[in-house]
């Protein structure tokens, strides 16, 4: 028994599956989780390693290279990049998409493990860690208070930061900012000079002082007892009584040559929070929490401590679950507003409340049903989930109506009993639906062959929809039969219950429809008689529109307002704290009086750059973008403050995404060679190249005049001779300068660091360097400069490889105009830089992931239309019939180009998926007009008349489901509110295509067909 009789036959059963997956769908919902985009694991890898005290070039040439030639041994690895820095080595590797990332981390552990010994031997050993999306901050917390730095810093440690660590879903909390405690003893050279004291007789006598050792066991009657001789610092008084030895034999102590200090390690970075000085906590959920959730639970948090700690302020300066709940919101309603949309366009066609309730309830059975799957699945409520709802909303009541229009029609024109109709109607359409759906589902199966971050985020869109098509096609054949069996009443039944204003208005619309049904049958007989004439004219409209794709714009995602602004200004590399954080506050007079829409912010001073976050209030509350907030801000600031260079920045759309593809928004131009003074000058061309082009508002090089450095040579053959070792040396420098840890300082369950360095060390000149003492074996004092010499140049303050090899970027900011376009002119100008052997220029970034997302979305699509046709190929045992459909596929085109073009729309990932949705859905009209022709052909009736009937039969269902389909995606076509301007390029694309295709298909597929099908006989 098929499945319309059996639902018909028992209502009861039918009703009851449905109710079950209400029931189940309901359940569901309430347990889901809701982010900003789908869980998402990279298969990357990074490998960290730190040496402390050793240059760029150093820890380039003992770790970063030795580690990228471990790695590169390990299976699947696709890429590698590295940067070297000061003390501190990363390698980042890439494996093939598909790779199993905890295995390869694991994998290279043991790697690194058995090849450790290439290594230096004081190196802190690599560590590894994979990516994680969910790592980023969740809320960045600002907390601001008049206290002492450090006793605030101590209160949140202590007090505050558990708190948050405490709540569920929460992973850590991290400081930033912090007044860390230290002990710090600085020395003072004149003095330790005049005693003959060298600076590491300091260090070693503070370490000797400062002890807690076992000291074995004894026995005591029937007892052991445990002996221990605590020699540990109690106070600071007795850090300035330790005794040091003179060459003389006389003793010093500590106080007499050094000043002891409780205080705070040396800032290396200043933190305000809306202007106040303050500390920085950022918050990071656990893989798999729901992220709004977390959200709300810190801003609970926040309001409880705020309350319990008066003397304090803390504020959520970013908040990621705003955004995200505001968004999915937005995207939530345009949903609704699609399915009330399409609602209405069926009552208006239908003119029936039962018939319009009947094929409604396929939206929300399959919705419920899908939420169900997405639970089932694991996945989250998000953009990717929510906008394949709201792409199928419209879709979900197509194969619905097909069923009712038919049963409707068997019951008028052939005058069937209701049950009769309802199990007949749905049979004789059933092929025709099946086929239809069947063809928008095999779409969406090339999606799974697109590699990267897109198939990895569209994979999630595609299954909501194809199950949501799947349910819908089930309840259109089995809930609407047996609804139609038991409530349709006839049109005859229908008329004579309605009276007044709504009879007339009935009529009204059922002659407009009979007007437009009857004009259409005689536009197609004009069709018929020239069909030639037709099929040319749709070839040159397509041609035409193609004339409209230079004109587009091309980028990776399309923009979103997040609501935030940055502003970062750089200063020349080495220039100290003080003098940055001087020039930043002016940056903030001027930025903060020119943005009423602020909301928070939070400003970071670092050595050689200052930079501004500042949150502004929803989109809709504000009359600026925060595009146009950064624009407005860049023309303020321009050549406001002296040595500073500033940009300004609007993140624009999937600021996640922007993370995962390795940068910032806009450009990057990478520079690859060995020679740090030829990147240099490239780096420069290309600044000089790229001046001028339309769209880029900043660049930013990575490799400038370096840091200015003084090199210390180390005579080795006189430090032998003196007994003296390379170490004794390196580390008087190291102590002198950077300072030495001398043990720990406990007090009250805490332990802070002893810190030794010279009095006043980052102002001392060179040769107060060189002036300090060591002490050789014989007891005699050598002074620094008899076994060094010294240079001044400049060095790098990063190193960047990628693939082992050197690189340097150029990172150009681009806002106001596509990133394709830029990108192109930049291309253009750097062909016109010579190069040097070894050396070679391109471009990358963002855009480098947009040319291979565009090849892998034209080969799906090309994908997509083959297992379209060979899906029709196997419907209707053919070759012919489902190449007369396919006609209907490139006259989609005409209807996308043209409305990107009027909306100003980009091509990018989004509308490149709607593009290959655009396959599916535009051939269902096609199907509908070919199947009702070839039933009627096989029925006797000559090729003309049936082309003809199957026009008059099929137009009302073609322009139902359109209208439904169309209408279902217009509010998220209009790309209005936070969210859904993410989602907006690609329901522009399906809206523009299947309106186009339609009023073309119409027309020209009966033209089409009746070429095909000469030999058929004539009317």
């Not at 001027?590 to 501004?612: D, L, R």
Request: proline content about 4%; aromatic content about 6%.
């Amino acid at each position: 028994m098929s499945l319309p009789r059996f639902s018909v036959n028992r209502p009861v059963f039918t009703t009851m599956a449905c109710l079950i997956v209400v029931v189940l769908g309901l359940v569901s919902f309430r347990q889901l989780k809701i982010d900003l985009l789908p869980s998402i694991e990279l298969p990357t890898v990074s490998v960290r390693t730190s040496f402390e005290g050793a240059s760029p070039e150093v820890m380039e040439r003992t770790v970063t290279q030795i580690v990228e030639e471990i790695v590169a041994t390990t299976p699947g690895v696709e890429e590698i990049t590295s940067t070297s820095s000061e003390g501190q080595s990363r390698v980042t590797v890439t494996f093939e998409w598909g790779t199993d990332v905890d295995q390869a981390a694991l994998d290279l552990q043991a790697t690194l493990e058995d090849e450790v010994s290439e290594l230096p031997d004081d190196i802190v050993r690599p560590r590894v860690n994979k990516f994680d999306i969910d790592s980023f901050p969740v809320v960045l917390i600002g907390i601001s208070s008049r206290l002492d730095p450090v006793e605030l810093t101590q209160l949140v440690e202590d007090q505050l930061r558990y708190r948050f660590t405490r709540i569920p879903g929460v992973a850590q909390a991290d400081l930033w900012g912090g007044f860390d405690r230290e002990i710090r003893v600085e020395v003072d050279p004149d003095r330790l000079r005049a005693q003959g004291i060298s600076l590491n007789a300091v260090l070693d006598a503070i370490e000797r002082a400062n002890l807690d050792l076992p000291a074995g066991k004894i026995e005591e009657g029937r007892y052991e007892v445990t002996l221990r001789a605590p020699a540990e610092f109690k106070d600071l008084e007795e850090i300035r009584q330790t005794v040091i030895g003179t060459p003389d034999g006389s003793f010093v102590r500590i106080g007499q040559i050094a000043e002891v200090s409780d205080t705070f390690s040396k800032l290396t970075r200043n933190i305000r929070i809306n202007g106040e000085r303050g500390i920085r906590i950022a918050i990071r959920k656990k893989a798999g929490a729901n992220t709004v959730e977390v959200a709300r639970q810190i801003l609970d948090e926040i309001d409880e401590l705020n309350e319990s700690f008066p003397q304090i302020k803390i504020i959520p300066v970013i908040n990621q679950g705003n955004f995200i709940q505001r968004s999915i919101e937005n995207v939530g309603r345009s949903v609704l507003y699609g399915g009330g949309l399409a609602i209405l366009v069926l009552l208006f066609f239908l003119r029936n409340f039962r018939s319009t309730i009947i094929i409604s309830l396929a939206i929300p059975i399959s919705i419920l049903a899908t939420f169900t799957l997405i639970y089932f699945l694991g996945f989250t409520i998000n953009l990717m989930t929510l906008g394949g709802l709201a792409l199928g909303v419209g879709m979900m009541v197509d194969s619905s109506i097909v069923v009712l229009e038919n049963i409707f029609r068997r019951r008028e024109e052939e005058g069937e009993t209701r049950h009769v109709a309802a199990a007949e109607g749905t049979m004789e359409v059933a092929t025709a639906i099946v086929a239809s759906t069947i063809t928008t589902l095999v779409i969406f199966l090339p999606v799974v062959f697109v590699q990267g971050v897109s198939g990895v985020l569209f994979r999630d869109l595609a299954s909501v929809i194809v199950f949501a098509l799947v349910c819908s096609l089930l309840v259109s054949l089995s809930l609407v039969p047996m609804l139609s069996s038991r409530f349709l009443r006839s049109r005859v039944e229908e008329a004579e219950r309605r009276k007044g204003w709504v009879a007339r208005m009935v009529s009204a619309s059922e002659k407009g429809l009979g007007w437009l049904e009857s004009h259409y049958k005689g536009c197609l007989g004009g069709v018929l008689r020239h069909r030639w004439g037709v099929l040319v004219v749709s070839l040159l409209l397509l041609g035409a529109s193609l004339f409209l794709a230079p004109f587009l714009g091309t980028e990776f995602l399309p923009s979103s307002d997040e609501g935030e602004v940055r502003v970062t200004g750089e200063m020349e590399v080495g220039t100290r704290l003080e003098l940055v954080d001087q020039q930043t506050r002016k940056m903030e007079e001027i930025v903060f009086g020119a943005v009423p829409e602020k909301v928070s912010s939070v400003v970071s001073v670092s050595e050689g750059e200052g930079s501004i976050r500042i949150s502004l209030t929803p989109a809709s509350e504000r009359d600026r973008s925060n595009v146009e907030i950064a624009e407005d801000l860049r023309q303020r600031l321009e050549g406001q403050i002296p040595g500073m260079e500033i940009r300004t920045r609007a993140p624009q759309g999937q600021f996640l995404l922007d993370r995962l593809l390795g940068g910032d928004e806009g450009l990057t131009v990478e520079i690859r060679g060995f020679d740090f003074q030829v990147l240099a000058a490239l780096g420069r061309a290309v600044e000089d190249a790229v001046e001028g082009v339309e769209g880029i508002t900043d660049v930013t090089r990575s490799i400038t005049e370096g840091i200015p450095q003084q090199e210390i040579y180390i005579d080795r053959e006189r430090v032998a001779d003196l007994g003296l070792s390379i170490e004794d040396v390196t580390s008087l420098i190291r102590t002198a300068i950077a300072g030495s840890d001398a043990g720990e300082f406990r007090r009250e369950g805490n332990s802070f660091r002893i810190f030794v360095q010279l009095e006043d060390a980052e102002h001392r000149s060179i040769e107060e360097v060189l002036d300090l003492t060591l002490a050789t074996p014989d007891g005699d004092e050598v002074a620094l400069r008899s076994v060094v010499d010294t240079t001044s140049n400049r060095g790098p303050q990063e190193i960047t490889r990628k693939d082992q090899q050197r690189i340097a970027r150029v990172s150009l900011n681009v806002a106001g105009k596509d990133l394709g376009s830029v990108a192109a002119e930049v291309e253009e100008r750097l062909a016109t830089i010579p190069l040097p052997n070894g050396f070679d220029l391109n471009v990358a970034g963002s855009f480098e992931e947009q040319q291979e997302s565009f090849r892998e979305l034209v080969i799906a699509l090309m994908l997509a239309v083959l297992l379209v046709y060979m899906v029709l190929a196997c419907q209707y045992e053919s070759f012919i019939n489902p190449l007369v459909v396919m006609f209907s596929v490139p006259m989609a085109a005409i209807g996308v180009l043209l409305t990107l073009f009027l909306t100003g729309t980009t091509l990018n990932l989004q509308s490149g998926i709607g593009c290959i949705m655009l396959g599916g859905i535009v051939v269902n009209n096609a199907i509908l007009l070919v199947d009702q022709a070839g039933q009627l052909q096989n029925e006797g009736m000559p090729i003309n008349a049936a082309v003809l009937e199957a026009g008059r039969r099929r137009l009302r269902p073609i322009l139902m489901t359109t209208c439904t389909t169309v209408l279902g995606l217009f509010p998220l076509a209009l790309g209005i509110g936070e969210g859904a301007d993410a989602q907006a390029p690609l329901a522009r694309a399906v809206v523009g295509g299947l309106v186009g295709s339609t009023v073309i298909t119409l027309f020209l597929v009966p033209a089409v067909y009746s070429l095909f099908h000469r030999g058929g006989k004539s009317a």
